[in-house]
């Protein structure tokens, strides 16, 4: 590694490793691969083949941090962008399970992904709060002691990460799909869905099916590289009871919600709404029981979608070709080419409004309005009075008295 240890070091690394090709398949080191032996599905040994190139990868990073003298004084962040594409045309053969969903999909199978924050600096503990991938900016800033001091999409969170404290995140848009023409918006614990969405189901059973028993987790957890190079540069042993615990605590096993569940999909008239914290596999519809809740998130979610600009039409640009780029995918315009013009009218919000919605729409602002109209009609008579008063007095009183208005 060629960095200057003695400046800090911010380095993205995006391996693009389990991602289909374009045109789709996996592309493995090993096409041929005898390894994994105990998985039944074909491609989702190749997928768990190229997993394991992608964890020595990291482990290369990890050994370069080590090397140079500077894993000590890292943070380590391990995530993902989305959840796997299961199905599709752009297979990858990974699974989201026990979640709905797959990527390009609201369902938190598509959105809600697991990350690893590791600092010698923090103790080991597992973090639930709320967190948005645009919160990464200003917690890493945090982090690295310095101060954002304009206004962001995202929130910092280091203190709630490295305390253990509850999210400062309240609400996520999680997203508005001009497009196909849906969106889902997250306050709290509660998650809306509405509009045209696609491929909720709980998809990957059939790539989990074993043909031989699974090899034991413990020996490959202990001689993985990274395990070898704390052991050797930071003299931490992985105590495997303590990583089997946290294991454990991050896997959902409450299947019983989903037995015999029909599964909410939103049509014009209605959406899903779901408390994800209680019920994470979205199989439980709250819409119809909960009209206020419905009610508020819903117009959070039209006013979100009334401050959308539309995309334009995708274009493909040759430039982006990796081939073109040393098989890096990085920026490639050194240029930002001016905008393209907008599509001229945005997609309707895929919902009919409700007469509740209609209902506090007009409370709200008539409340505001009967306060405005309290002040007009004040300003009003005063204005009123005076023109009056001009009547009863010759013109040049009346400028005198009043020729700040007349
Ligand atoms: C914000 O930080 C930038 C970069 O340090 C600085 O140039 C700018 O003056 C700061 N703005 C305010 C309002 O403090
Ligand atoms: C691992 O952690 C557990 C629970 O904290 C503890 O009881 C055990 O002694 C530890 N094992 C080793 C080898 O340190
Ligand atoms: C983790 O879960 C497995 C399967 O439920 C169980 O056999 C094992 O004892 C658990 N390990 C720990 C350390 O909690
Ligand atoms: C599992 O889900 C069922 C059905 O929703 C629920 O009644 C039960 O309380 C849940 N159990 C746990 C341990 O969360
Ligand atoms: C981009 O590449 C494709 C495939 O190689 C080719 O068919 C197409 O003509 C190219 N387009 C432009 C604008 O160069
Ligand atoms: C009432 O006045 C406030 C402040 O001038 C303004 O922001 C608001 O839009 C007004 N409301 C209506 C309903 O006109």
């Known amino acids: 590694m060629e960095h200057n240890d003695q400046k800090p070091l911010f380095l993205l690394f995006c391996p693009t490793a389990t991602h289909a090709a374009p045109g789709g398949g996996l592309q493995s080191p090993h096409p041929d691969s005898s390894f994994y032996p105990s998985i039944a599905h074909n491609s989702r040994r190749t997928y768990a083949d190229i997993m394991t190139n992608l964890d020595n990868s990291i482990g290369q990073i990890v050994s370069a941090l080590s090397e140079s003298g500077m894993l000590k004084n890292t943070i380590i962040i391990f995530t993902s962008d989305n959840g796997a594409p299961t199905t599709g045309s752009k297979a990858n053969y990974g ?87 849906f969106a889902a918006y997250r306050r709290g614990d509660y998650k809306l869905v509405i509009g045209n969405v696609k491929n909720g189901d709980y998809a990957g059973t059939k790539l989990m099916a074993l043909r031989k028993v699974m090899p034991a987790y413990k020996p490959i957890l202990l001689s993985c590289e990274t395990a070898n190079i704390f052991n050797a540069y930071l003299k931490i042993s992985l105590n495997i009871t ?14 019983t919600d989903t037995v015999n569940t029909p599964l909410c999909v939103p049509t014009l008239e209605k959406g899903c ?70 599509p001229e009218t945005s997609p ?57 208005i007349l």
């Open 348 to 404: 309707i919000f895929p919902l009919k409004i409700t007469m509740g919605e209609l209902q506090s729409l007009v409370d709200v602002n008539f409340h505001s309005f009967s306060n405005n109209l309290t002040d007009y009609l004040r300003t009003m008579s005063d204005t009123l009075f005076r023109s009056v008063a001009c009547l009863f007095y010759n013109s040049t009183m009346c400028y005198k008295s009043y020729g700040n």
């Open 95 to 181: 699974s989201n399970l026990p979640f709905r969903g797959i990527k390009n999909t609201p369902w938190e199978g598509g959105v809600r992904v697991p990350a690893v924050v590791w600092s010698l600096a923090l103790s080991s503990e597992i973090w639930n709060g709320l967190f948005h991938v645009t919160d990464w900016l200003p917690t890493l800033v945090s982090a690295a002691g310095g101060r954002v001091n304009k206004t962001l999409d995202g929130i910092n969170q280091w203190s709630s990460i490295t305390v253990n404290t509850n999210s400062r995140r309240k609400e996520v848009l999680i997203t508005i799909d001009d497009e196909e023409g």
């Open 242 to 255: 303590t990583a089997m615990t946290k294991r454990n605590a991050t896997i959902y096993h409450n299947r």
């Open 273 to 342: 709404l779901f408390d994800v914290k209680r019920d994470p596999l979205e199989a439980r519809d709250l819409w119809n029981s909960s009209p206020d809740l419905v009610r508020q998130l819903t117009l959070r979610l039209r006013a979100y979608w009334s401050e959308m600009i539309p995309r334009p039409p995708l274009k493909r640009d040759n430039r982006s070709d990796p081939a073109l780029n040393n098989y890096i995918w990085s920026p490639w315009d050194s240029q930002f080419e001016e905008v393209q013009t907008q």
